[in-house]
C-alpha cells in the first residue's frame, strides 16, 4: 500500500492536486471521492439494473442514489458502450434525453449530467435542466459538440480511441486526452470546468487484448495526473470485469466492480461512474482513507 501511495505523489510531485468545479460539486483536490450515478433510459444498454423506462421509475432510482451517497447523475439515452451498439435515431435519443432529464431534475437537486456524443442531444439536455455534458467521444464525434460543451458548467472528456495501436496503452490514453483537452480549450472551456476519463473498456482494438489493456491503465492511472486534471474512472459492471472473475452475466458483477474501483480510487481517481451507489461508496471511502496515509 505505502507503494502505490508514493507512487501517486511521486508522479503529483508533492503539489496540490488539481480541482474541478462541476455544476457546483468540488472534484479533485482533497475533496471526498465523488460518486456519479449512471441512470439510462435506453433499452439497449448493457445493465439491465440501470434502466428506467418510465419517469416514476426513473425519479425513484435517482432520488435512491442521492439518498445513497451520489453526488451527480449521469443519465445516457443511447447506449455507447463500444460492444454490440446499436443504431438509435437522433430524434429518438433527443426524445429520450429531454423526457428523462426533465423528469429527474423535478426529483433530485444534484447536477445532472448528458452521456452523449450528439451535440442537438446536449443542446435538449441543457435545455431540459441538464448542467453538465459527459461526451465519450472527447469532443471528436460531433464538430458542434464543443462549441455546446462550452455552454454547460462542466465536461467529462473521456479518451476515446481513435484506430491506433503504435504506442503502449497509456501512452494511447494520455494522447487521446490530451488532444480532446485542446479542443475544450480552444471553445473556451477553462480548465477547471473539465474533468478526464481513460475510457476503460473502450479501447477494444489497441492491438492489445481488451482486459490486458484495462489492467494496465488502473495500474498506471496515477502517470495521467500530469494532464492537470481530474480524473473520472468508470469499471462498474464492464465485460472485463466478466472475464476476469468468470461471471457472465452482468448482474454478477458487482464485487469486482468493487476491487476495481478501489484499485482506481488508490491511483488517484477523483470520481468514480457506477450503476451501484451504496456498495460504491463504501469501497470508495475505504480506498480514499489508505490514500491518504
Do not use: C
Not at 441543457?126 to 462542466?154: I, T
Amino acid at each position: 500500500m505505502p507503494r502505490l501511495t508514493a507512487a501517486l505523489r511521486g508522479v503529483l510531485g508533492g503539489s496540490v492536486r488539481p480541482i474541478a468545479n462541476l455544476a457546483g460539486v468540488r472534484v479533485g483536490g482533497e475533496e471526498p471521492v465523488r460518486l456519479m450515478a449512471a441512470l439510462n433510459v435506453s433499452p439497449e444498454s448493457f445493465y439491465r439494473g440501470s434502466i428506467g423506462l418510465d419517469a416514476a421509475a426513473l425519479r425513484d432510482a435517482a432520488q435512491r442514489a442521492v439518498a445513497e451517497g451520489a453526488d451527480l447523475i449521469d443519465i445516457g439515452a443511447r447506449s455507447t458502450a463500444p460492444y454490440g451498439r446499436q443504431t438509435v435515431e437522433l430524434d429518438e435519443e433527443v426524445r429520450r434525453m429531454t423526457w428523462a432529464v426533465d423528469a429527474v431534475a423535478r426529483a433530485v437537486s444534484v447536477p445532472i449530467s448528458a452521456d452523449t456524443t450528439r451535440a442537438a442531444v446536449v443542446a435538449a439536455a441543457l435545455s431540459a435542466g441538464a448542467r453538465l455534458v459527459n461526451d465519450v467521444s472527447g469532443l471528436r464525434a460531433d464538430v458542434a459538440m464543443a462549441d455546446l460543451a462550452a455552454q454547460a458548467d462542466g465536461v467529462v472528456l473521456m479518451a476515446a480511441p481513435d484506430g491506433g495501436a503504435d504506442a503502449p496503452p497509456i501512452e494511447l490514453v494520455r494522447r487521446a486526452l490530451a488532444d480532446s483537452l485542446r479542443r475544450a480549450r480552444a471553445a473556451g472551456i477553462a480548465d477547471d470546468e473539465i474533468v478526464l476519463d481513460p475510457g476503460i473498456g473502450f479501447f477494444v482494438d489497441a492491438g492489445v487484448a481488451p482486459t490486458a489493456f484495462n489492467l494496465t491503465i488502473l495500474q498506471r492511472l496515477a502517470s495521467l495526473a500530469e494532464l492537470g486534471r481530474p480524473l473520472l474512472v468508470g469499471v462498474s459492471r464492464k465485460r472485463f470485469i466478466g472475464e476476469l472473475t468468470g461471471r457472465r452475466a452482468v448482474d454478477q458483477r458487482l464485487y469486482g466492480s468493487l476491487a476495481a474501483t478501489t484499485v482506481a480510487v488508490l491511483n488517484g481517481a477523483s470520481i468514480v461512474r457506477t450503476h451501484d451507489v451504496a456498495a460504491t461508496r463504501d469501497a470508495v471511502r475505504v480506498a480514499r482513507a489508505l490514500r491518504e496515509l
